[in-house]
Nanobody, 124 residues
Framework: QVQLVESGGGLVQPGGSLRLSCAAS????????MGWFRQAPGKEQEFVAG????????SYADSVKGRFTISRDNAKNTVYLQMNSLKPEDTAGYYC?????????????????WGQGTQVTVSS
């Protein structure tokens, strides 16, 4: 079993930055590929970014490419999502996820473990 706990959300002005963290416990994160998803009110949950268990392969949604960066520190069992140039449309609950496979997936159904989420609000 894997427990995931997100942190780092909050209120930020348009153009600002936030870094989300996802701390994993119960199993070493080095054998898990990880993903970030988000869900805005009234919308379906969508893929944001994913990273393979080596960190050598990443994937991003087109809407965040060039602005967000996913990374991992396997020694700390933590995955990060650096979010720059934030826009109001980035406002959502952000969820960390993990799967017991080496490769990145963009599909929600491929992830076995989920955190409780952290809220990001981009507003002036």
């Amino acid at each position: 079993q894997v427990q995931l706990v997100e942190s780092g959300g909050g209120l930020v002005q348009p153009g600002g930055s936030l870094r989300l963290s996802c701390a994993a416990s119960g199993r070493t994160v080095s054998r898990l590929s990880m993903g970030w998803f988000r869900q805005a009110p009234g919308k379906e949950q969508e893929f944001v970014a994913g990273i393979s268990w080596t960190g050598l392969s990443t994937s991003y949604a087109d809407s965040v490419k060039g602005r967000f960066t996913i990374s991992r520190d396997n020694a700390k069992n933590t995955v990060y999502l650096q979010m720059n140039s934030l826009k109001p449309e980035d406002t959502a609950g952000y969820y960390c996820s993990a799967r017991s496979m080496s490769t990145v997936s963009r599909a929600r159904r491929d992830y076995e473990y989920w955190g409780q989420g952290t809220q990001v609000t981009v507003s002036s």
